[in-house]
């Protein structure tokens, strides 16, 4: 009895071409499982992609804002938000508006790192942000800087991520 080994050791050009069997008749190789697995891994990994930056643009737009600016920065995360946290976003942009004191106050945020927590590509995921803020009181030249990080819960809905949970630690 002899025994070919299909995929092994041929360029990618002729592992394309149809096989000879014993009995002379052409088949085409098999796939291998691994492609099935590589599929589900592409899915997992361009999920991953999708929260990490959708997590990265949450964290620093929604911990920058000044009183001065009427907190609109919280209105342009509506794209990457849920129904629920935009609702939550628009009463913090309200009760913002009406905060503003004589006296300047501003934070800016970027995000140092972001990394995935727990990832489940078709239905949620939970994201840390490690980052720096700048806090500026009455003139920009009165600053603290200072490291926080922003736990976040996205969920996938309708083919998007979306940040439905966030809490500065």
Partial sequence: ??????????????????????????????????????????????????????????AERYGSFSNQGGFENLLDLEPIVTTSLWEELRGLHKSGQSDVSNEYFGISTRALSVKLVKLDPNTSAKVSAQTQRQESRGSSANTRVYYQEVRMDLVYSDGQWKVDYAKWQ
Avoid: C, D, W, Y
Wanted: without cysteine.
């Fill in 1 to 58: 009895s002899m025994f070919f080994l299909v995929g092994r050791g041929k360029s990618p050009k002729e592992s394309s071409m149809p096989t000879t069997t014993v009995e002379g008749r052409a088949s085409e190789p098999q796939a291998p499982s691994i492609l099935k697995r590589t599929s589900e891994e592409l899915k997992e990994l361009l999920a991953e992609n999708q929260v990490l930056a959708i997590a990265r643009a949450f």
